[in-house]
Each structure stands twice: as structure tokens, then as C-alpha cells.
């Protein structure tokens, strides 16, 4: 399986089906700022695709050269086949360090995907925080790299150099203020 990763306007109509399907209201911006900061320098919006077939789509953005895996998904009739884990492995090997927020796991779906990520090369952090009432576990490819407030928040303000999409961004989630805690400590 040799993916390939494409980040023309060909596919947009399918990553932003793929996205509203895949992502609670409550946890995604809307399309059209993913878009929109994509054409800046510091994110990608990207088509992934098997032999010219699309099957999935991730977003991330440039953190000072570590990446925040903002999004990612595979169509819905193509998960269980490895897709997922196919394509953490290459953005793994092109980015170097990730790290992304998911949501706390406290049900099967959500414990499911912990999972799937601990498995394909992601640690647990031990930092969580809450965004928009949304409570969210931090994991990271890096086990040396160390999860801070300031990273936290870049994963916003590094998505665009424009004012007016800042400005949206931060009235979305809370761009300005993350209170990451230590795990044990939310669970005492």
C-alpha cells in the first residue's frame, strides 16, 4: 500500500464531506477555515489516496517544526483495512514529531481510539484540558517532547497570519487560554 497525499482543490469536496461526517459539531471548526488557513504555509488540508481513490483526509499544523495532527479520518467503508495506521505511519516519517487531542476516553468508541493511536506510535502524555466543555487527552509520537501551554495554544494561533481568521479561530475554541493538567490530578 503506497499512499499518496494531495492538497489540490480537485478533492475538497470529498475531505469536507469526510470531515463533517467523521467529526462532531462540537469538535471541528467550520470547513471553510481549514480551507482558507491551508492556503498559508503553516497547515495541510490533504486528500489521502490509494491508487488515485480517495480514502481519507488529515489536517495539520506547523508548531515550530512539531505538528498538530488537528484531524484525521478514512472513509467509513474503508476503516478496519489499515488505512489509519498506513497513514500515521507516513505522517509519522514525514513530520518526525505529532501530537494531537482526543477526546477523553470514557466509552467504547472513544477507549477504542486511544487505543488505536497508543498502537500506531503515540504516548499518553499524562496532560489533559478542557476546550468549549469538551474534555481531551493529549498524546504525542515523542515521548521526550514535552506538552505545555504554549505549544497548546500555537496549534491554533500557527493556523493563519490572517487577522480576521484569528479573530473567528479564537471566538471557535479557546485559542488564548489552554489549562493543561496532569491526568492523575483530574482524576483524584
Not at 135 to 163: A, F, G, H, Q, S
Amino acid at each position: 500500500m503506497i499512499l499518496q497525499y494531495i492538497d489540490n482543490e480537485e478533492y475538497k469536496n470529498k475531505i469536507e464531506k469526510l470531515y463533517l461526517e467523521s467529526f462532531p459539531e462540537e469538535e471541528r471548526f467550520p470547513f471553510w477555515i481549514l480551507d482558507e488557513c491551508s492556503k498559508e504555509d503553516k497547515s495541510d488540508l490533504l486528500a489521502v489516496l490509494d491508487n488515485d481513490k480517495f480514502i481519507g483526509m488529515c489536517y495539520l499544523v506547523n508548531c515550530n517544526e512539531v505538528y498538530y495532527l488537528m484531524y484525521l479520518a478514512v472513509e467509513p467503508e474503508l476503516r478496519s483495512q489499515n488505512y489509519g495506521s498506513q497513514i500515521l505511519m507516513d505522517l509519522k516519517d514525514k513530520y518526525k514529531t505529532l501530537f494531537l487531542s482526543i477526546d477523553e476516553p470514557i466509552d467504547d468508541l472513544s477507549i477504542r481510539r486511544k487505543n488505536f493511536y497508543l498502537r500506531n506510535g503515540f504516548y499518553d502524555t499524562n496532560k489533559y484540558y478542557e476546550d468549549t466543555g469538551v474534555n481531551y487527552e493529549v498524546l504525542c509520537t515523542n515521548p521526550e517532547y514535552e506538552i505545555t501551554n504554549d505549544n497548546m495554544k500555537m496549534r491554533y494561533i500557527n493556523m493563519t497570519n490572517n487577522p480576521e481568521l484569528s479573530n473567528v479561530i479564537a471566538n471557535t475554541f479557546n485559542a488564548d487560554f489552554v489549562n493543561l493538567r496532569d491526568k492523575n490530578k483530574h482524576l483524584k
